[in-house]
Nanobody, 123 residues
Framework: QVQLVESGGGLVQAGGSLRLACVAS????????MGWFRQAPGKEREFVAA????????NYSDSVKERFTISRDNAKNTVYLQMNSLKPEDTANYYCAARPFMTKYSPAEYDYWGQGTQVTVSS
């Protein structure tokens, strides 16, 4: 079992920045690839970014590429999502998720989820 707790969400103006963090506890953090997903009201949960177990490989959705950066600190059991140049369409509840070994893009491929942190971007 892995427990995930997100933090760092909030209200920000368009063009601003936020940094989300997700702290993992339980089994060995380096066993897991990590992902960030988001879900807006009335919409399906969608992939945002993912990072490999060692942190050397990252993937992004086209909608956040060049604006968001995923990283991890395995010594602190933490994965981050740095979000720059935020847009109103980035407004959603953001979730981190974990799965063994390789990164994937589908929420169904992830085994463990946090409770989410709300990000609201005003225009």
């Amino acid at each position: 079992q892995v427990q995930l707790v997100e933090s760092g969400g909030g209200l920000v103006q368009a063009g601003g920045s936020l940094r989300l963090a997700c702290v993992a506890s339980g089994r060995t953090f380096t066993t897991y690839a990590m992902g960030w997903f988001r879900q807006a009201p009335g919409k399906e949960r969608e992939f945002v970014a993912a990072i490999s177990r060692g942190g050397s490989l990252t993937n992004y959705s086209d909608s956040v590429k060049e604006r968001f950066t995923i990283s991890r600190d395995n010594a602190k059991n933490t994965v981050y999502l740095q979000m720059n140049s935020l847009k109103p369409e980035d407004t959603a509840n953001y979730y981190c998720a974990a799965r063994p070994f390789m990164t994937k893009y589908s929420p169904a491929e992830y085994d463990y989820w946090g409770q989410g942190t709300q990000v609201t971007v005003s225009s």
